[in-house]
Every structure is written in structure tokens, then in C-alpha cells.
């Protein structure tokens, strides 16, 4: 069974900090999902991490993924309050012949003026 | 339209009752998804469609739970005899192709609650 822990759970920090939410799996796979998700929202698609040491960047956000460690980090660079939101990461697993999402359990971000 | 839609948003129903929940995928789009979030929780996977081949069920919880979907188009997620555990936001998302190269795109969700 595939497992995806995400760590931490929650997180505090002010604006303008940096701060790195991690994400372990738990088998062999290439596909890595970020999504951020607002209160009330669905998900929002940020990155999708298709290979070992890929890098993706996008505004204050930067993830990478080293499947050699099962382990993908999602970096926030100089925090604002609008990156507070739930940050999902997700793994996909091609079991039975489709590509279903393990998700982690989310990271719930506040960022503080 | 634009984005994937679902109905109803929010659904409240008695233990016991049956429901039907719908997803409207993005057009063209030939994979879909279910899944289930639980208050403070991530998601998890109940049932993916592909095309018009046969549907992966490898999620779904109980027998209870079945879905349907004909073709490409719309595909509706049926919970008989709810039970209070069955109080979730249940998402569909659907992506092009199923490839997991291609992001899943979510619709906005149905509240389920169970009274």
C-alpha cells in the first residue's frame, strides 16, 4: 500500500520568512502532484514533478522531487499572507491499471503579517 | 463549461436515505476521478473511469457505493443507506487521457452530511 506522509501538518510563520514542507512516500514511483487548496475551495493544481531531480518554480514557490529518497519538498521563499492556504502533495500510483492520486494528509500554512 | 461542475454543492440527507452526486467533466477530457475528504483530512481515491473501458473500484469503501458514467460525459457517484461515516466532501476531477504526466483538475466539491 502506498503511503504519503507529509510533514509538518501545520505551520505558522510570518511574511517575508523562508520554509520548507516536505513530503515522503513510501514506494517506487516518478509522478509527484502539488495542489493548493483555500478553505471551502477545491484544489488548485502547482506543480506536477515528473522525474527524478526535477525542479519546478513558480512565484514564491519552488518544489523538487529526488525519487531515489521518495522525497519531494515544496520551498517558500520571502512568505506572504495570500500563500496561506492547504498544500497537498500526491503520488501517483498505477495500480490496477490506472493512475489514482495517494494524497498526504496536507499542510495547513498561515502566514502571519 | 471551463472547469469541472458538480451538483448538488452541499447535501444534506437522513441515515438510511440514498443519494446521488454529479460530475460534469471538462470537455474532452476522457479520465475521471472520485474521490472523498474527510474534515481535516487529504483525499482519498474511490473510482476512476478511462474512455469506455471497465472502471477501477479499487476504492470504493462498502458495496453501498457504486458510479456510473456513460461515455465521456457526465458520471454520477450513488451512496445507498447512508451512514453518518459517509458525511465528506466528495470531488471529482478529471484530467486528459488518464496519463499521470496531466495534472487531475477538481471540481468544487459536494458536502455531503449525514443526519
Known amino acids: 500500500e502506498l503511503k504519503v506522509e507529509q510533514n509538518p501538518l501545520f505551520l505558522s510563520m510570518q511574511e517575508g520568512k523562508n520554509y520548507t514542507i516536505y513530503c515522503n512516500y513510501s514506494t517506487t514511483s516518478d509522478r509527484l502532484y502539488w495542489y493548493r487548496q483555500d478553505p471551502g475551495k477545491s484544489l488548485e493544481s502547482l506543480f506536477v514533478l515528473l522525474s527524478n531531480g526535477a525542479v519546478k518554480q513558480e512565484g514564491r514557490l519552488m518544489a523538487s522531487l529526488d525519487t531515489k529518497a521518495r522525497l519531494s519538498t515544496l520551498h517558500i521563499t520571502a512568505a506572504v499572507h495570500d500563500l496561506s492556504a492547504t498544500y497537498f502533495c500526491a503520488v501517483a500510483y498505477s495500480g490496477a491499471g490506472s493512475y489514482q492520486l495517494t494524497f498526504g494528509k496536507g499542510t495547513k500554512l498561515s502566514v502571519i503579517p | 463549461g471551463a472547469g469541472v461542475s458538480q451538483s448538488p454543492s452541499n447535501k444534506v440527507t437522513e441515515k438510511g436515505k440514498d443519494v446521488e452526486l454529479r460530475c460534469d467533466p471538462i470537455s474532452g477530457h476522457t479520465a475521471l476521478y472520485w474521490y472523498r475528504q474527510r474534515l481535516g483530512q487529504g483525499l482519498e481515491f474511490l473510482i476512476y473511469f478511462q474512455g469506455n473501458s471497465a472502471p477501477d473500484k479499487s476504492g470504493l469503501p462498502s458495496d453501498r457505493f457504486s458510479a456510473e458514467r456513460t461515455g465521456e460525459s457526465v458520471s454520477t457517484l450513488t451512496i445507498q443507506r447512508t451512514q453518518q461515516e459517509d458525511s465528506a466532501v466528495y470531488l471529482c476531477?478529471?484530467?486528459?487521457?488518464?496519463?499521470?504526466?496531466?495534472?487531475?483538475?477538481f471540481g468544487d466539491g459536494t458536502r455531503l452530511s449525514i443526519l
Open positions: 476531477a478529471s484530467s486528459l487521457k488518464g496519463q499521470s504526466n496531466q495534472p487531475q483538475h
